[in-house]
């Protein structure tokens, strides 16, 4: 079982930063994916970015590259998004997602931003946007 607590959601003003963290607990395998989702009221859950933490690879979805950047600190357990230029249409619950076994074969490649990829969730944290 795999444990995911999410921090640093927050207000901010359009344009400002945020850094968001995931520390992860339990039993995932080396070289397992994580990523981060959200979902705006109203909307499908989608993924923005995810990371290989086997090489670090990552994927990012079109709208979010060049302004988020997702990392990892093996020795913490933890996996962070930092984000900038945020823009109104930013706003939504932000999910840190994580695989329990070895990414995929095809991780390096948009297909790996799909919610069903990934078997274990955080409690999300809210992200506000306002102009």
């Known amino acids: 079982q795999v444990q995911l607590v999410e921090s640093g959601g927050g207000s901010v003003q359009a344009g400002g930063s945020l850094k968001l963290s995931c520390v992860a607990s339990g039993y995932t395998a080396h070289g397992n994916c994580m990523g981060w989702f959200r979902q705006a009221p109203g909307k499908e859950r989608e993924g923005i970015a995810v990371?290989?933490?086997?090489?670090?690879?990552?994927v990012y979805k079109s709208s979010v590259k060049g302004r988020f950047t997702i990392s990892q600190n093996n020795a913490k357990n933890t996996v962070y998004l930092q984000m900038s230029a945020l823009e109104p249409e930013d706003t939504a619950m932000y999910y840190c997602?994580?695989?329990?076994?070895?990414?995929?074969?095809?991780?390096?490649?948009?297909?790996?931003?799909?919610?069903?990829?990934?078997?274990?969730w955080g409690q999300g944290t809210q992200v506000t946007v306002s102009r």
């Open positions: 990371i290989y933490t086997g090489n670090s690879v990552t």
């Open positions: 997602a994580a695989t329990s076994a070895f990414c995929p074969s095809w991780a390096a490649t948009l297909r790996v931003l799909a919610v069903e990829v990934f078997d274990n």
